[in-house]
Each structure stands twice: as C-alpha cells, then as structure tokens.
C-alpha cells in the first residue's frame, strides 16, 4: 500500500505564486513516476497537469509550460508543483498521482487551489 499526503493548496491571486507538496510512504520501490493532475470546477475528467518521471523526465500540460515546475525528491520520495503566474483558469483540485504501470498507482487526496482576486 501507498499513502499520499498533499499540501499547500489554497487561495492565490491572479498574477500569485502558490506550491504544493505531495509525500509518498510505504511501498514505494522500483521505478515510479511522480505526478499532479486537477479536475476543474464541472468537469468529470483529471487533467495532466505536470509528471516527473523515475529517470528526471518532466512533461508539462501547455497551458502551465513556462508558469509551472515540477520536482521530485527522491530521498523523502515528494514531488513539488510550485504555481507562478497563477490564472483563474488554474482554479481546480489538484491530485498527486504516483505511477508504476498503466494498472498500478495511486492518488493522493486531493486539494483545492482557488485562484480569484
């Protein structure tokens, strides 16, 4: 079993910068990627929004590139999302994923982030 414990959502501004944290506990062993995705406010699906892969490998969705990075530690085995230039747009709830195959993973909780002045 996995658990996965997210942080640091909440209210930002248009034009704000907000980070989110999501540490991963218990079996995590082997190659795994490490990932944010968000569902907004009337939409049934979860979004890519960013993943770092086991190797380092980032991939951004295009509407967060050059506003938003990800990064992993791989010693306390958490991934980070730090949000710049934050948009209404990016109002939703983030979810950390954590990755092994296409039937292996896990979710985190979720957190909402709202983004209004």
């Known amino acids: 079993q996995v658990q996965l414990v997210e942080s640091g959502g909440g209210l930002g501004q248009p034009g704000g910068s907000l980070r989110l944290s999501c540490a991963a506990s218990g079996n995590m062993i082997g190659r795994f990627a490490m990932g944010w995705y968000r569902q907004a406010p009337g939409k049934p699906q979860r979004d890519l929004v960013a993943?770092?892969?086991?190797?380092?490998?980032?991939n951004y969705a295009d509407s967060v590139k050059g506003r938003f990075t990800i990064s992993r530690d791989n010693v306390k085995n958490t991934v980070y999302l730090q949000m710049n230039s934050l948009k209404p747009e990016d109002t939703a709830v983030y979810y950390c994923k954590v990755t092994w195959g296409v039937y292996d993973y896990y979710w985190g909780q979720g957190t909402q982030v709202t983004v209004s002045s």
């Open positions: 993943e770092v892969l086991s190797g380092g490998v980032t």
